[in-house]
């Protein structure tokens, strides 16, 4: 196997992590700001709130991906299992 390829490889897999990871990251983003944002407008000072509502976001977000995130999961190990019986 080349160097080359072992770059290659890294890299796809980088970016396969950063697109996973990329949906339930949003959803807390999103939920949190709005959160903080509704709490400094009211002046309620409950940290549970926020927590609480990221948690249910980045649930949602994970049920809702769930199957796009396994698809892609699936079809990377299928191409590296692939890939292992060509390394000399």
Do not use: C, R
């Not at 992590?17 to 407008?41: K, N, Y």
């Not at 000072?45 to 509502?53: D, I, K, M, P, R």
């Not at 796009?68 to 190990?77: D, I, K, P, V």
């Amino acid at each position: 196997m080349e160097v080359s390829e072992v770059i290659h490889f890294t890299s796809q897999t980088l970016m396969l992590v950063m697109m996973l990871s990329m949906p339930p990251i949003l959803a807390a983003a999103i939920v949190g700001t709005l959160v903080s944002l509704v709490q400094a407008l009211t002046q309620i000072q409950e940290q549970t709130l926020g927590f609480v509502a990221k948690l249910i976001a980045v649930i949602v977000a994970l049920f809702a991906t769930a199957s796009w995130l396994g698809s892609e999961l699936y079809n990377f190990a299928d191409m590296i299992f692939a890939k292992i019986p060509l390394i000399p």
